[in-house]
């Protein structure tokens, strides 16, 4: 009987303690890592010892490269281009885009504009204010730069070229241009090439004509018989 009355009086005690509001010990935690996780300095040099950087070393050492996840996308920014770059020789990738379309369709005045301000910080030092290939790297031939860059506005070949193969050159670069992503964003890129096919369109509308302007008799055909 005592020893029952001893055994209830210290579970009693145990659970007067334990339902204290003053937390003294966290207790035990499974996979502390889930609660807990390590705190580390973005640009902080880390220990070789204990991380990695290549992949055949993960698992025995902590692997992380400061790399976003593969098909990470960020908050804002469209889909990505599907299409890799071609092997040297190879123009597979480079035909196909052609079947890609713009997906932010028709800017606004602001987002026009922006896109205007993008392309003669990136593009028009080679392609010209005025798109005509004509910029200060060129100058009419006597520039720093030998060969004229590819004129949008005047050169058939670029006024029908579809907006996904223009994509993809700025992504990957072509011929002598190198590759503008790092520079510009998947949205900042098609932008560029909305304003260059707006360019284009401007470029291609016909002159207005006077209406008012009177027409002159057709001259009398000097061939004609005599009555």
Not at 159 to 184: D, H, I, R, W
Request: with cysteine; aromatic share 10%; net charge positive.
């Amino acid at each position: 009987m005592k020893i029952q009355l001893i055994i209830s009086l210290i579970i009693a005690g145990l659970v007067i303690t334990g339902c204290s509001d003053v937390r003294r010990n966290p207790g035990r935690v499974y996979i502390p890592d889930m609660g807990y996780s390590r705190a580390y300095e973005t640009y902080a040099a880390r220990d070789s010892n204990i991380f990695t950087t290549d992949t055949n070393e993960a698992g025995r050492k902590i692997f992380y490269n400061n790399m976003p996840v593969a098909g990470t996308i960020a908050r804002g920014e469209i889909e990505p281009f599907f299409l890799a770059k071609d092997a040297p020789g190879d123009t597979t990738n480079y035909v196909a885009s052609k079947q890609i379309t713009n997906p932010l369709g028709n800017l606004d005045a602001a987002q026009m504009k922006e896109a205007e301000r993008l392309y003669l910080i990136n593009c028009g030092i080679c392609h010209g204010p005025k798109l005509d290939g004509n910029g200060p790297l060129y100058k009419d031939g006597t520039g720093p730069f030998p060969s004229a860059p590819a004129n949008f506005v005047g050169n058939d070949k670029y006024k029908t070229m579809p907006e996904g193969q223009m994509f993809y050159s700025v992504t990957f670069g072509k011929n002598l241009m190198g590759s503008y992503a790092s520079q510009l964003t998947r949205t900042q890129r098609w932008m560029v090439i909305s304003y260059i096919k707006s360019k284009q369109g401007a470029a291609a509308k016909p002159a207005a004509t006077d209406s008012s302007a009177s027409v002159k008799p057709a001259a009398a055909d000097s061939t004609s018989a005599k009555k």
